[in-house]
C-alpha cells in the first residue's frame, strides 16, 4: 500500500515536471521568437559589374534595416544621435536575416532582405545613448483636413484640397499611423460652410463617429498672405493634445510645397504616438505571480500574455510542484500598468505583498 502511494506521488512529480518543463521550453522558444524587431522587405539594387561584391550588398541592406528600425521605434529627435551607428555596431545587434526575390535585370542585381535585430541588445545599445524606444503600434485614425482662406473668408473644399488629396502618398513603411479620411459628404460641406469661424473650437465628435474610430486628428491650416496657421487637435489613445504652429513660405496651391508640410506633419503626428508608447528600460522591475499548475489553459493564456507584452522584458519559471507554477517577471514600467494589462487579457489577479496570484 505504501509502495503504491510512493509511486503515484513519483508519478504525479514526473508528470508535473514534464508539463512544466514543456511550459519552460515553450515560453523560452516563443519569447525568442518574440524577443527580434523584424525589418522586412528591404529593397536593395546593385550594379551588376566586375566590382560587384555581395558582401557590400548586405551591408547596404542592414544599413538601410537599422534606419528603418530607428525610424519606427525612435521620435525624430533621437534619431539624430544614432542615424551614424557605424556598420560594426549594426551588424552586431542583428540575430538573422534572410534573402529573397534575388534577381538580375539589365546589368543590375535586385533582393529583398528580412533583417530581425534582437531586442536586448537593441535596447541596451538605445539606452548607452540616453534614448527610450517606443513600442511599434499600429493604430488606424481619422484625419479631417481643412483649409481656410482667411483673405477670401471661405474653406477649400476636399477635392481642391491638396493636403487632403496628397496625404496618402506620402506614406512610409516606418509610418505607425494609418489614416483614415472623411469621404466628402455635403451635409458636412454645408456645415463648415456655415460655421467658419467656429471650427477652431467646434467639437468634431459626430464627424469622427460615423467611422468607428476612437482616435483623431483634425487639421486645421489658416491660409494667410505670406504664411499659414496650423492647428493640430490630435485624440490618440485617450490622449488629447493641442500644438499652434507657424509656417512661412509654403504654397498650398503647389504640390512639391504641400508634400513638404504633410511630411513635417506625419513626422509630428508619428512622434507624439511613439511618446506615448515610450519603453524605460532602465526600469527593471522584478515580479513573482503564481497560478494553478493544473489549469493548463490558464497558464497558456498567462504565458501567451506576457509573450504578447512589449514591455515585459523576459520571464522564467521560479518554481514548480503539482499545485502551483510560479514565474519570475521583468518588467519595464509600472507595477499598475502590468496589472492592467494582465485584467485587459482577461485574467483575474489578485495583489498579495511580494507574489500576485491569477485566480
Not at 221 to 250: A, E, R
Amino acid at each position: 500500500m505504501i509502495f503504491k502511494y510512493i509511486s503515484k506521488t513519483i508519478f504525479i512529480f514526473f508528470v508535473s515536471l514534464i508539463i512544466t518543463f514543456i511550459f519552460l521550453n515553450t515560453s523560452l522558444i516563443s519569447k525568442s521568437n518574440a524577443s527580434s524587431f523584424k525589418i522586412n522587405e528591404i529593397e536593395i539594387s546593385e550594379d551588376f559589374n566586375l566590382d560587384f561584391n555581395k558582401k557590400k550588398v548586405f551591408d547596404k541592406a542592414f544599413e538601410a534595416a537599422f534606419l528603418q528600425l530607428i525610424s519606427t521605434i525612435i521620435v525624430s529627435k533621437d534619431k539624430k544621435k544614432i542615424r551614424k551607428t557605424n556598420l560594426s555596431t549594426i551588424k552586431s545587434l542583428i540575430d538573422s536575416f534572410n534573402v529573397s526575390d534575388e534577381k538580375f535585370l539589365e546589368s543590375k542585381y535586385y533582393a529583398k532582405f528580412n533583417v530581425n535585430f534582437n531586442k536586448k541588445n537593441t535596447y541596451k545599445y538605445f539606452e548607452s545613448k540616453n534614448i527610450f524606444p517606443s513600442i511599434p503600434k499600429k493604430i488606424d485614425l481619422m484625419l479631417l483636413p481643412i483649409i481656410i482662406d482667411n483673405r477670401k473668408n471661405e474653406i477649400v473644399y476636399f477635392e481642391k484640397n491638396l493636403v487632403y488629396s496628397n496625404w496618402k502618398k506620402n506614406t512610409k513603411n516606418y509610418h505607425l499611423l494609418n489614416y483614415v479620411l472623411p469621404s466628402n459628404e455635403i451635409e458636412d460641406l454645408q456645415f463648415f460652410e456655415k460655421n467658419i469661424e467656429l471650427l477652431e473650437d467646434y467639437d468634431f465628435e459626430k464627424i469622427v463617429k460615423k467611422y468607428d474610430l476612437e482616435n483623431y486628428i483634425i487639421l486645421i491650416i489658416y491660409k494667410n498672405k505670406d504664411n499659414i496657421n496650423i492647428l493640430s487637435k490630435l485624440y490618440l489613445n485617450q490622449n488629447y493634445k493641442i500644438f499652434n504652429i507657424n509656417k512661412k513660405k509654403i504654397d498650398l496651391n503647389n504640390l512639391n510645397s504641400v508634400d513638404e508640410l504633410i511630411f513635417s506633419l506625419k513626422n509630428l503626428y508619428e512622434d507624439e504616438w511613439k511618446k506615448i508608447n515610450l519603453i524605460n528600460t532602465s526600469i527593471q522591475l522584478p515580479l513573482t505571480v503564481s497560478l494553478s499548475s493544473k489549469n493548463y489553459n490558464q497558464v497558456k493564456i498567462f504565458e501567451n500574455t506576457l509573450r504578447s507584452l512589449d514591455l515585459v522584458s523576459n520571464f522564467i519559471v521560479l518554481s514548480f510542484n503539482n499545485k502551483n507554477i510560479s514565474y519570475k517577471i521583468i518588467y519595464n514600467g509600472s507595477p499598475d500598468k502590468f496589472f492592467n494589462d494582465v485584467k485587459s487579457k482577461g485574467l483575474n489577479i489578485e495583489r498579495d505583498n511580494q507574489i500576485w496570484t491569477i485566480k
